[in-house]
């Protein structure tokens, strides 16, 4: 046994005078599994990086349970807005010498200086950073280490503050006693399976496919070596171990040099994701028992797969016979697959939509991967089925359906691959693009509120200094106060703001407008406008306090909600004098600031002028919920590119495949090739034979992807209460790119072609 597996180890990467075609076959059998493994090693990363997360997520959270003998350390935290992001800030102060440190800093920093995470830094330095330093309430003195933070994206910083100051704000703020609790289980919820399982599915079949096609590059020349090993006195057993030695040296070199990709490329892994997010290179470590999986996975299906290969090959001393007629390919099996997943998904129908029914979900999720899994199995039979009763033609269509019935097993499973990832990007874009065009919709803001644009929420006790603050800033032409308005009857519970009418403008288009006017915005509960006697209610040291009683006036003008921004529907606009003396229970006043130049200039020089305030006075835009509205289409985008950059890795995968398959075919028919161009057939017409033997698969590849795509995003969207919306520039991008593929692969054969249907090539022969 020994003797044979060195045997297949010096066939892999010799072979006489054909040691360089050998050593060929060997790269692309290796180049393909390691692009396999780099892949798999960062899936089989997840579960660390999550876990990872999680215990620094645990690390940094505050414990407020009394010790005795620690001095408590005194936070507050507030979130100040830039654009879409929003910064944690935590005002920290020691009122002991043993006050705890939190995790990542080496001390607490002093007032008036700021303690920055990595990614906060980073973007100080960035173009936003002369935002971002205009919400930071000290000077930066330096950065929180990677235990201190969660997420490599966090954008949160530490502010050195008073004792005095943070008691001040009663039960908001906080007193920490230690850091650090149990970290929480993690587990899936049925909705987020029914999201990651078909993805995960998209990701893993591919590749396992991609591996055992890439095992059997190569087969017809390794077939005729072992025949002449037969001649020799070979046996059959010893033939197969031979071939499962030559098979596992391109697996174990592939696994080599994979590990050895990914170990290179780990640092940058973490700045490709999408929507932004961002991971430590260091959370990217497979735990071992993927690790093992892997490194026993893959060389078992390279041998398994080129063992496979072999059952129908007979392999005699005189030559390789195949088993005469082609045997159709059993469909029991491939139907089954895709029978289970069909009835999964068939049998969500029977919720109402809407309904979040988790084993709903769970039939989903089950249902996708059974579904793209038959997808898979299905292509090599359909591919068969069709070119069996394709008849007829110009020649270069009839050579090229001729081999497709000899042979077109090895061509769909190249494809196969890429029908799962066609497909599962097809069903991943039609569920984004609907919940994103959705949640737009929610957020959209048509009202444009040039009048006062920056909006400053503080406290009754700082708005004067705010206005002082404010009196100098340049560009500002003047300041409107306003205070968020809570009124209860009974179970309805109605919000608005009070304020004149510059800034009740900021909130809806409410025409003409007077000093007593009150408005009410329709909203999409349709329910008509208060009336009558209500309780004002409202928030005081971080405690809901009931207030003195209004009566709702008579004259209230109903706005029609497409003439407000989101934020403000189903609310009550108050201008001072219909309140009639009566007070809000409240301590937040809000300040609505108008003046020249940009809005973002603007919002720049207000924060600049009010930051030695920090928390006591937050700046963002009036209309904040258009900037969400926008981060929704930049992360469609981004999903969009990935899910099209993944798409189109696979498609680039499947296109060497082809090639080296098509190279491979070539070769093994150089004879009959060159026998054709003796006889008179025209290169061209062997050319484009050639471009329909790939085409055919890959057309009816792309077609069975869309079927199956729109097929699974249906069922789900149906149960999300969504509608049915579908990308057309990706469907058509990545059917161009399957289009072009073939023409670069057929393109990239002509000199090989050529070579092969020389006369002097035949007669060598």
């Not at 895709?338 to 129908?349: E, Q, R």
């Not at 349709?526 to 040291?541: D, F, R, V």
Request: charged share 15%; proline share 6%.
């Amino acid at each position: 046994m020994t003797r044979d597996l060195l045997l297949g180890l010096r066939l892999a990467v010799g072979g006489g005078r054909m040691s360089g075609s050998a050593l060929l076959r060997l790269a692309m059998t290796a180049f393909g599994i390691a692009l396999a493994v780099a892949v798999l090693l960062p899936a089989a990363s997840v579960s660390h990086l999550v876990n990872a997360r999680a215990d620094r997520a645990a690390a940094i959270k505050q414990d407020t349970t009394v010790r005795e003998g620690i001095a408590p350390l005194a936070t507050y935290r507030w979130y100040p807005s830039v654009g879409a992001d929003y910064v944690q800030l935590t005002a920290v102060a020691p009122t002991g010498p043993n006050s705890p440190v939190p995790p990542g800093l080496s001390r607490l920093p002093a007032p008036g200086e700021v303690m920055v995470s990595p990614a906060l830094a980073e973007k100080l330095n960035s173009s936003e950073g002369a935002s971002l330093k205009a919400r930071l309430p000290g000077t930066v003195v330096g950065q929180i280490a990677e235990p201190g933070v969660a997420d490599a994206a966090d954008l949160t910083a530490y502010y050195g503050s008073t004792a005095t100051e943070i008691k001040a704000e009663g039960e908001n703020a906080s007193s920490v006693y230690s850091y650090g609790k149990p970290p929480e289980g993690f587990a899936l919820s049925a909705v987020m399976w029914m999201v990651v399982a078909p993805i995960a599915a998209v990701l893993l079949l591919p590749l396992l496919i991609f591996v055992t096609t890439a095992s059997r590059m190569g087969a017809a020349q390794r077939e005729r070596r072992l025949a002449a090993l037969r001649l020799i006195g070979v046996d059959a057993r010893q033939i197969k171990r031979v071939a499962a030695a030559e098979s596992l040296v391109g697996a174990v070199i592939g696994l080599v040099a994979g590990g050895a990709l990914f170990s290179a490329l780990r640092p940058f892994i973490g700045d490709w994701l999408p929507f932004g997010l961002r991971v430590f290179a260091d959370d990217f470590t497979p735990s071992w028992v993927s690790l093992l999986v892997i490194v026993l996975l893959v060389p078992g299906l390279a041998v398994g797969s080129a063992l496979f290969g072999l059952r129908r090959t007979i392999v005699e001393p005189l030559g390789v016979v195949r088993q005469g007629k082609p045997v159709r390919r059993r469909m029991w099996w491939r139907w089954t697959i895709t029978g289970v997943g069909a009835v999964f998904l068939l049998g969500t129908l029977v919720v109402s939509p809407g309904s979040g029914d988790q084993a709903a979900a769970l039939a989903l999720a089950v249902g996708s991967v059974f579904l793209l899994m038959g997808v898979a199995a299905l292509l090599p039979w359909l591919v068969e089925r069709i070119v069996e009763r394709l008849r007829g033609g110009p020649p270069s269509w009839q050579l090229a359906v001729r081999r497709l019935q000899l042979d077109s097993g090895t061509a769909s499973r190249v494809v196969s691959g890429l029908v799962v990832v066609l497909a599962g990007t097809i069903l991943i874009q039609g569920v984004l693009t609907s919940m994103t065009d959705r949640t737009s919709r929610s957020y959209e803001t048509p009202l444009g509120v040039a009048a006062a644009p920056v909006r400053v929420d503080t406290t009754s006790a700082h708005e004067a200094e705010v206005r002082e603050r404010l009196a100098g800033v340049a560009g500002v032409t003047g300041v409107h106060s306003g205070q968020s308005l809570q009124l209860q009857a009974g179970e309805r519970e109605v919000y608005g703001t009070v304020g004149d009418c510059v800034a009740l403008k900021t909130q809806a288009n409410i025409g003409d407008c007077a000093d007593g006017d009150v408005f009410y915005v329709a909203g999409a509960s349709s329910q008509a406008a208060p009336k009558g006697e209500y309780q004002l209610t409202g928030y005081q040291n971080g405690r809901t306090v009931q207030g003195p009683k209004w009566t709702v006036p008579d004259n209230v003008r109903v706005v029609p909600s497409g003439n407000t921004s989101k934020a403000a529907a189903s609310s009550l606009l108050v201008t001072p004098s219909a309140l009639g003396g009566v007070k809000p229970p409240t301590e937040r006043t809000l300040l609505f600031v108008e003046g020249t130049g940009s809005v973002d200039a603007l919002i720049d020089r207000v924060a600049t002028a009010v930051r030695p305030l920090a928390w006591k006075a937050e700046v963002s835009k009036t209309d904040y919920m258009a900037d969400y509205a926008g981060r929704d289409d930049r992360m469609l985008a981004s999903f969009r590119a990935v899910l099209l950059t993944a798409s189109l890795f696979v498609l680039a995968v499947a296109a060497m495949s082809l090639l080296m398959l098509s190279i491979e075919q070539i070769s093994e028919r150089r004879r009959p090739l060159a026998a054709l161009s003796a006889a008179g057939v025209p290169i061209g017409v062997l050319a484009r034979g050639s471009l329909w033997q790939t085409a055919v698969p890959v057309v009816v590849g792309v077609v069975l992807a869309v079927g199956a795509g729109l097929g699974l995003t249906a069922p789900i969207l149906r149960l999300a209460k969504m509608p049915m919306m579908v990308d057309g520039g990706v469907l058509a991008g990545l059917a161009g790119a399957a289009v072009a593929a073939v023409l670069l692969v057929t393109a990239l054969t002509l000199p090989l072609l050529r070579q092969v249907t020389r006369l002097d090539t035949l007669r060598s022969e």
